[in-house]
T-cell receptor, first 112, second 113 residues
């Protein structure tokens, strides 16, 4: 049963620290999405890639967030420096062609 | 721009009762529509999707949804709710299945005995 995996599942950090979240998409999927879920905003897109190329990162605060796909099996989302308002659940999802998006379990980030 | 409205923030139903969760969308063309379910502390699981064809779609766990273009709606239904259905339900719309989705705010379902 192919699944999207995300690490870490939970992260607690201090304000100003760097945070790196990792996602392994389902093998063969060519599109990777990063979404953020908060109580106030709900689920919102941060960035997405197709065939490892970034297509849209307009949802990310550019000064502190960065997203990359070093290879087809790994996507990363970094926050530097982190702030308390970044506390949220970050989801990675992957998909293929016009197919459905499948979500990972999420990384719950708490910035103190 | 696409948007999704889920008018009900929280719904409580008795176990065994029927369920309907409402979803209205705004999109200029024929949308790709989805329902996802999220249990506490878990990711989003796809319940069902509509791309084209038959407007009544069947999903997992006994759920179904009906696409009504004239009402811009995609309501989720289940004839008999089980306690394990208690969760948060999200409706989403996209240009395709593999482009960014726009989600509603979600409806939290509670099931009582």
């Amino acid at each position: 049963d192919a699944r999207v995996t995300q690490t870490p599942r939970d992260k607690v950090t201090e304000m100003g620290q760097e945070v790196t979240m990792r996602c392994q998409p389902i093998l063969g999927h060519n599109t990777v999405f990063w979404y953020r879920q908060t109580m106030m905003q709900g689920l919102e897109l941060l960035a997405y890639f197709r065939n490892r190329a970034p297509l849209d990162d307009s949802g990310m605060p550019k000064d502190r967030f960065s997203a990359e796909m070093p290879d087809a099996t790994l996507a990363t989302l970094k926050i530097q420096p982190s702030e308390p308002r970044d506390s949220a659940v970050y989801f990675c999802a992957s998909g293929r062609n016009t197919d459905t998006q499948y979500f990972g379990p999420g990384t719950r980030l708490t910035v103190l | 721009a696409q948007s999704v409205t889920q008018p009900d923030i929280h719904i409580t139903v008795s176990e065994g009762a029927s369920l309907e969760l409402r979803c209205n969308y705004s999109y200029g063309a024929t949308p790709y529509l989805f329902w996802y379910v999220q249990s506490p502390g878990q990711g989003l699981q796809l319940l069902l999707k509509y791309f084209s064809g038959d407007t009544l779609v069947q999903g997992i766990k006994g759920f179904e949804a009906e696409f009504k273009r004239s009402q811009s709606s995609f309501n989720l239904r289940k004839p008999s709710v089980h306690w394990s259905d208690a969760a948060e339900y999200f409706c989403a719309v996209g240009v395709s299945g593999n482009t960014p989705l726009v989600f509603g705010k979600g409806t939290r379902l509670s099931v009582i005995a």
